[in-house]
């Protein structure tokens, strides 16, 4: 049998994570490694013992995790998150706690090292997403795309005149607000944090401002552009 016991026990929790989870062996088998939330957008990579005590902070990163992996001498942890790009894969070094991205490109997840440490196994795969216009004076006409492109858009807002539409996107790898014509056209990079955790854009009733959210210094602020330039405000803390 496999199993002696089909028993469970839980992992002492941190009081500094909201959450715990993806769980992963070290290769000796005497280690345990997880990631924390430590805030919305906020995480940490944690080294224990098996049963989960004395656990260790090893390093903090702010793009979603898609899976860990020990390597095959538990020198590093492989860790692949999207910081707005795609999944990335960075190697972890434990002794100085340095964070590495590894050559493979983006949309790469769920990691998983062989135990001789010769070969990586990875899921690949990308997700688009784009704007579509559905004309509701003709309910029978197919809809339109109106702004695409190889990545993700999402979040559309008119404008109160209907000239403009706001939008979130990461066609330029992170996520970032944009504007456009009505039609689709003349699209113009209204900020520039270069972090994953940027959208919700509103528009003001006179046109002249639009707010949105973001955590680029690591906890959640609303930021607004006056008359659609590239000059951002803070205007509250979450």
Partial sequence: MLFRSLQSARVPHQSACGHEGFPAFSAKGNELAYVC??????????????????????????GWPFGITWNHDDAAILLAQDQGSGGEL??????????????FGADNSWPALSLAGNALAYAHGSENVNIWRKDLSQPKAPALKLISSTREQS??????????????SIRNGNR????????????????????????TPHWSPDNKTI???????????????????SELQSHHDL
């Fill in 155 to 168: 979040n559309p807002q008119y404008s109160p005149d209907g000239s403009h539409i706001a939008f979130e």
């Fill in 176 to 199: 970032e607000i944009w504007i456009s014509d009505s039609d689709g056209g003349n699209l113009v990079q209204l900020s520039h944090f270069h972090h994953p955790f940027t959208g």
């Fill in 211 to 229: 707010a949105f959210d973001t955590r680029f210094s690591g906890k959640s602020e609303i930021y607004r552009s006056e008359e659609h330039t």
């Fill in 90 to 103: 960075f190697e972890v070094t434990l002794s100085d706690r340095s964070m590495k991205k590894l050559p």
């Fill in 37 to 62: 939330v430590h805030n919305y957008g906020v995480f940490g990579l944690y080294r224990a013992g098996l049963d989960g005590t004395h656990a260790r902070l090893v390093t903090t990163f702010s």
